[in-house]
């Protein structure tokens, strides 16, 4: 990527708001790619995706794509298709009678002190995004899909940049899903920034299932004001290397989030999260609950931290992280972190590995039941712990179907 520099910054300038751009690109000139020996990124290996080569060029060709087998019935589409929004597949109309839409990048020169400098590359290149604004006193009736298609995208970067807001006592879900088909390595650098005022309520899912070849990087940040609430879940299946930075700011007295994320690495895959749940005020609450699934060379990477900041009393903030390991080849690193600089506060974190449980294997064998069978059967009573989480029926089932495809 490194031999692609000088690319960069013609490219900056030739888009809208060159001199930002050209800013974002300093910036991470700057800081430059991470490296292992940084605490944040000591268990990922970049340089698989540091020796390749990827021009950020979107195409489509006029055909039919095969992404209607992503769809979700009862949701708002957005599609994006190598990189570009294609408003067949989109309900456009639909959507934007209810909400404001603006189907480009949003540009902010502010600082996050803890995004990497995945951050910067994306501001400086991106090519895609859009901007969601829920008005007050709103409650949309279906979730609001986005959906990211890369087909035969070999050598080709796609920086997507999202905004989401709402309004006072609104309400949303939304649904951010990639996937990819074809062979060959491409990569997608997202960045998603989402506000909710007082009162607001968002279910968020991301879905990630790129293709294997590819390289999936993605910054995410949720800021909180009073009373506000948000269910997260994140399910990471695809790419061959996958990095999820998710950073909660609650801002607010009676801010809440609930984290739920499961990571299921096969093959050589590399699947990392890292969550940071900052309670900068009061009365404010959080969980996290992630789980992981392990086969054969695969690595998962779970950092949660929870910093419960001075003089910030009543706050109560839970972790826990469980991994089954189905392989001897299989590996994690699990990291939960607890920085308590207050008093009056309720904490707690954990995490667990394990493997399957053999004698309940043996017993399902004596009823009758192929190994083969058992062991999926225990597989399912791991997942099935955090499906049942998500409280939408329909959405559950898509989650279910894209782990077992």
Excluded at 203 to 220: G, R, V
Aim: proline share 4%; aromatic share 12%.
């Amino acid at each position: 990527m490194i031999s692609t520099y000088p690319h960069w910054s013609e490219q900056s300038l030739r888009q809208a708001q060159p001199e930002l751009r050209l800013q974002f690109l300093q910036n991470f000139f700057k800081q430059g790619f991470p490296q292992r020996n940084d605490e944040n990124w000591r268990y990922l290996s970049l340089t698989p995706l540091l020796e390749q080569v990827f021009r950020s060029v979107r195409h489509q060709t006029e055909h039919n794509y095969p992404v209607e087998k992503y769809f979700i019935p009862d949701t708002y589409r957005l599609v994006f298709i190598n990189g570009v929004l294609n408003s067949t597949y989109s309900s456009l109309s639909e959507l934007a009678q209810r909400i404001f839409l603006k189907m480009e990048p949003e540009f902010s020169d502010r600082e996050f002190a803890h995004f990497s400098s995945f951050y910067w590359l994306n501001g400086a290149l991106t090519n895609q995004g859009c901007q969601l604004f829920i008005p007050e006193n709103i409650s949309l009736d279906h979730p609001i899909h986005l959906l990211f298609f890369s087909e035969n995208a070999s050598g080709t970067m796609f920086h997507p940049r999202n905004r989401v807001v709402l309004s006072t006592n609104s309400q949303a879900t939304i649904i951010e899903e990639y996937a990819g088909i074809g062979a060959g390595p491409y990569f997608q650098n997202a960045v998603n920034q989402i506000s909710l005022a007082a009162n607001a309520q968002l279910n968020y899912y991301k879905i990630q299932k790129e293709s294997l070849d590819s390289f999936h990087i993605a910054n995410t940040l949720f800021e909180l004001a009073h009373d506000s609430l948000v269910r997260s879940y994140h399910f990471a299946l695809g790419a061959s290397i996958s990095r999820d930075d998710i950073i909660f700011n609650l801002n607010e007295t009676g801010a809440s989030c609930e984290l739920y994320g499961f990571y299921f690495p096969k093959a050589n895959q590399n699947i990392d999260f890292h969550t940071r749940v900052d309670h900068f005020s009061a009365h404010t609450l959080s969980s996290q609950y992630y789980k992981g699934m392990i086969d054969h060379q695969g690595h998962g990477v779970f950092n949660g931290k929870m910093i419960i900041h001075p003089n910030t009393q009543q706050v109560s903030a839970h972790q826990q992280n469980a991994n089954l390991l189905l392989s001897e080849s299989a590996a994690i690193d699990s990291k939960p972190e607890l920085i308590v600089l207050a008093d009056d506060v309720r904490c707690s974190h954990g995490a667990s590995i394990g493997n399957l449980d053999q004698n309940a294997i043996f017993y399902l064998k004596t009823r009758g039941i192929p190994e083969t069978m058992a062991r999926t059967m225990l597989m399912q009573g791991f997942i099935n712990d955090l499906l049942d989480k998500v409280p939408q029926s329909l959405l559950a089932d898509h989650i279910h179907h894209a782990i077992a495809d």
